[in-house]
C-alpha cells in the first residue's frame, strides 16, 4: 500500500470512529487525540496577531497627546473635544490620533499606590517624548516645573499671543528655584466648559522636549479662538 492510500485509509478509519461517538465523546476525542495540534494552532494565531499589531502600531503617529491631572469635576469629562474636534481641526488622519486622558495624582504623605503608577506612566511617556500637554492642578503644576519639565511659555509662544494671554500665565519655581512662565490658565473657555474641566486642573503646560510644540500651540490658539 502506497503512503498515500495509506493515509486515506486511516483518515477513513477516523471518520468511521467519530460517526459511531456521541457528541460528548467526540469532543473528549478531539481533545484528548489533537490537544497539541490545537495548542499550536493557538499560539500561532497569538503570535500572528501580536506581530500585526506590533506592525501596524509603527505606522501610527500620534498629533498630539494630553493628560489631565486631578479634574474633579461632578460630570464626566468630554475627551472628544480634543480627540475629535480638535484632531479634525488639524486635518489629522486615523493614524494620527490625538490621545486625551485623565489620572489623578497625589504627593507626599497622600500620595497613594494609583498615584505612583500614574507617576510612573507620566515619567515613561516624558522619556519618550510622547507627551505633549498637560492640564493640571498648581501641585502638580509646581511639582513638574520643580524638574524642569515644562517649557517656559514666554520663551515659546509667539508675541501675537503673550501680548492677549499674559494676564493668564502661571508662574512656577524651577529647579533653580526662579519663577518660570510655565502655565495658562484655561478656566472660564468655552473649551474648558464643554469638556467639563474643573478650575483646579486648569493650569495647562506643554512639556518640555516635546516634539510637537507647534500642535501644542494650535491648541492654545483654539483654546482662546485666537
Request: charged share 20%; aromatic share 8%.
Amino acid at each position: 500500500m502506497s503512503l498515500k492510500e495509506q493515509l486515506k485509509e486511516e483518515i477513513s478509519a477516523e471518520r468511521r470512529k467519530m460517526k459511531e461517538m456521541s457528541f460528548r465523546d467526540k469532543l473528549w476525542y478531539i481533545w484528548e487525540y489533537y490537544k497539541l495540534h490545537i495548542g499550536a494552532v493557538i499560539l500561532a494565531i497569538v503570535l500572528l496577531n501580536i506581530v500585526a499589531t506590533s506592525v501596524y502600531n509603527t505606522t501610527i503617529h500620534p498629533g498630539l497627546y494630553c493628560i489631565i491631572i486631578n479634574s474633579q469635576s461632578a460630570q464626566e469629562m468630554d475627551m472628544s473635544i480634543l480627540e475629535e474636534d480638535f484632531h479634525d481641526l488639524m486635518g489629522f488622519g486615523k493614524k494620527q490620533p490625538v490621545y486625551a486622558e485623565s489620572m489623578f495624582i497625589t504627593h507626599g504623605d497622600a500620595a497613594t499606590e494609583y498615584s505612583y503608577a500614574s507617576m510612573a506612566k507620566l515619567s515613561a511617556l516624558v522619556a519618550s517624548k510622547d507627551l505633549d500637554v498637560f492640564m493640571a492642578d498648581q501641585e502638580n503644576t509646581d511639582h513638574y516645573a520643580s524638574m524642569d519639565g515644562l517649557a517656559d511659555l514666554k520663551q515659546l509662544l509667539p508675541q501675537d499671543m503673550l501680548s492677549v494671554l499674559e494676564s493668564r500665565l502661571g508662574f512656577s519655581p524651577d529647579s533653580a528655584g526662579q519663577p518660570v512662565a510655565v502655565s495658562l490658565d484655561i478656566s472660564r473657555t468655552a473649551f474648558a466648559d464643554a469638556m467639563h474641566l474643573s478650575e483646579n486642573a486648569c493650569n495647562l503646560s506643554i512639556i518640555s522636549n516635546s516634539t510637537h510644540t507647534d500642535t501644542a500651540i494650535a491648541l492654545i490658539r483654539y483654546i482662546f479662538d485666537l
